[in-house]
């Protein structure tokens, strides 16, 4: 298995799917980083020589991804946190942030249901 940044890249995948198994790259920056470094997209992880994962390494490294880039993502929700801007409030409730409906759904922000005394009448 390959490694870029610190992510072991599967060899059985295609390279430009492989890529995407770094935080911070899809699809779209996975196409591009390989047409940067002129690899192509077809082509296995498990089969790139050396010269071709260094090249992939220095087109990676121009980008902001893994820890930087989740550093930073934390970083931005504390500042809100701390301005009491109104995306800050709802990360402190543990509501959902961007304007989603909350009286029936939101169970991934909210938690598992909790049980009201006396509802059925």
Do not use: C, F
């Not at 899809?26 to 591009?32: D, E, P, Q, V």
């Not at 121009?62 to 990360?91: A, C, F, P, W």
């Amino acid at each position: 298995m390959a490694r870029i940044k610190g992510v072991d890249i599967p060899n059985n995948k295609r390279i430009e799917i492989a890529l995407t198994y770094i935080y911070g790259i899809g699809r779209s920056l996975s196409n591009t980083i390989l047409k940067d470094a002129k690899i192509d997209v077809n082509k296995k992880a498990g089969d790139l020589t050396n010269d071709e994962l260094v090249a992939i390494r220095d087109e990676v490294n121009k980008y902001l991804t893994e820890g930087d880039l989740r550093r930073e993502v934390n970083m931005n929700i504390k500042t809100k946190m701390e301005i009491n801007s109104y995306q800050g409030t709802r990360h402190k409730k543990g509501l959902p942030v961007r304007g989603q409906r909350t009286n029936r759904n939101a169970r991934t922000r909210k938690g598992k249901g909790k049980v009201v005394a006396n509802k059925k009448k």
